[in-house]
């Protein structure tokens, strides 16, 4: 009988799901269109790379985490400026991640650029010690930010779906700095005051600012003296790069 139900079964009823940017992205406010680029390229069978530019406070690096946090084991998450060649190879070859998550791509050297490139190109990895060489073929999906292009190779730069993400509209920077000073421990009142005078008083507004100033100010016995002094800071030395 149990045989005879599952024959019955279509076979596509086995498969998983697709998955859906609700799954991965619930996180992330707005940037509708880049989430749906992301789950189609989840969910395609051979890889097409992402690389998303923009200035900071974007959510670029919020993309990658909630990827790394979808997949567990199957994703590796490493910053451009902290990776080694050995390392990074190292980690391909014991590892065998379907989806390598680089942050801050454009602080990766030239010849780790090189490895990545051969990585996304042919899928093969090579590696050479002590007069051995070792192969492995890899289908790896490799998700990646930046905050320009400059400093990557052209052919490099080819291999990816490069987005770009624009400046959070008011809507979207309020809905999303109330929530994290929020989850600071901030009460709504200080959330607000703070993320509108980051909004109205900075020249290049972001969220850094305002949890930043969150932190600084969440003890004070005059709090709104204190935003208005961390504004004023903020300004003057023109904020964090």
Known sequence: ML????????????????????????????????????????????????????????????????IAGRFGKSAFFTVGGN????????????????????DEIEHLKAEYQTTLLSLMETGILTQTMHSKVRHLHLKTWVFATSNG?????????????????????FSQFYEIAVKKLLAEGLDNKLAHEITISVWE????????????????????????????????????DGGPA
């Open 3 to 66: 045989l005879d139900l599952l024959a019955s079964i279509p076979l596509t009823s086995f498969r998983s799901r697709p998955l859906e940017r609700e799954q991965i992205f619930e996180k992330i406010v707005g940037y509708e269109g880049i989430k749906r680029t992301f789950v189609r390229s989840l969910n395609a069978k051979e890889p097409v790379h992402i690389l998303l530019v923009g200035p900071p406070g974007q959510a670029k690096t919020l993309f990658l985490k909630c």
């Open 83 to 102: 990776a080694s060649k050995s390392g990074l190879i190292d980690v391909l070859f014991d590892m065998q991640p379907r989806y390598l998550l680089v």
């Open 149 to 169: 292009t400059k400093k990557l190779s052209q052919p490099l730069l080819s291999r990816f779906r490069v987005m770009y993400l624009n400046e959070y509209e």
């Open 201 to 236: 008083q900075l020249p290049n507004p972001n969220m850094r600012n305002c949890v930043q100033i969150g932190r600084l100010v969440k003890n004070e016995p005059d709090i709104e003296m204190a935003i208005a002094d961390e504004v004023q800071n903020f300004k003057e």
